[in-house]
T-cell receptor
Framework: AQTVTQSQPEMSVQEAETVTLSCTYD???????LFWYKQPPSRQMILVIR??????QNATENRFSVNFQKAAKSFSLKISDSQLGDAAMYFC?????????FGKGTMLLVSP | DAGVTQSPTHLIKTRGQHVTLRCSPI?????VSWYQQVLGQGPQFIFQ???????GRGNFPDRFSARQFPNYSSELNVNALLLGDSALYLC????????????FGEGSRLTVL
């Protein structure tokens, strides 16, 4: 069974600084998707960024980028120029063309 | 455009009762998935439906059931509620199946007393 591990229960960052959230996963498949989802307090979960495993190039979406290391099964999220609105729970997720498996999440705190 | 809508948003039940949660997907989305999110944990997959057929089921007891209607809306039913069923139940819809790019509703917060 696939597993997703987020080893940082909580991270803190100051506005305008950069923070990196870690994620590792375990799978025997060669083709799959990886995601970072954001869940603000009492608000719905939204997709931040996705990475297709067969693509070597790291995905980027404005201030959000990933460092995808397929051999190491690592998928970290970098948030640049952090903003107060980035404060949320971030979930790493995996799918091997079936259902989505989530990690336990990392709570990101952003201070002025 | 309307996003994924879920009802009710909050509800309180007692042990042994049953509950029905409802979900309307984004227009044009034919796949609906249900997830259970216990406080402090990541969402756990319960069911996936596509074109009104069950396409996947997570590791949940038979007390949990679901269905999808011709208009692609969906219901999640839980019978014989236990205290441990207290959670946020998330519905997500997607245009395609199996790609994991889900659009979530705000969830139904179930408290079992």
């Amino acid at each position: 069974a696939q597993t997703v591990t987020q080893s940082q229960p909580e991270m803190s960052v100051q506005e305008a600084e950069t923070v990196t959230l870690s994620c590792t996963y375990d799978t025997s498949e060669s083709d799959y998707y990886l995601f970072w989802y954001k869940q603000p307090p009492s608000r719905q979960m939204i997709l931040v960024i996705r990475q297709e495993a067969y693509k070597q190039q790291n995905a980027t979406e404005n201030r959000f980028s990933v460092n995808f290391q397929k051999a190491a099964k690592s998928f970290s999220l970098k948030i640049s120029d952090s903003q107060l609105g980035d404060a949320a729970m971030y979930f790493c997720a995996y799918t091997g063309y079936s259902t989505l498996t989530f990690g336990k999440g990392t709570m990101l705190l952003v201070s002025p | 455009d309307a996003g994924v809508t879920q009802s009710p948003t909050h509800l309180i039940k007692t042990r042994g009762q049953h509950v029905t949660l409802r979900c309307s997907p984004i227009s044009g989305h034919k796949s609906v998935s249900w997830y259970q999110q216990v406080l402090g944990q990541g969402p756990q997959f319960i069911f996936q439906y596509y074109e009104k057929e069950e396409r996947g089921r997570g590791n949940f007891p038979d007390r949990f059931s679901a269905r999808q209607f011709p208009n692609y809306s969906s219901e999640l039913n839980v019978n014989a509620l236990l205290l441990g069923d207290s959670a946020l139940y998330l519905c997500a819809s997607s245009l395609l199946i199996d790609t994991g790019e889900l659009f979530f509703g705000e969830g139904s917060r179930l408290t079992v007393l």
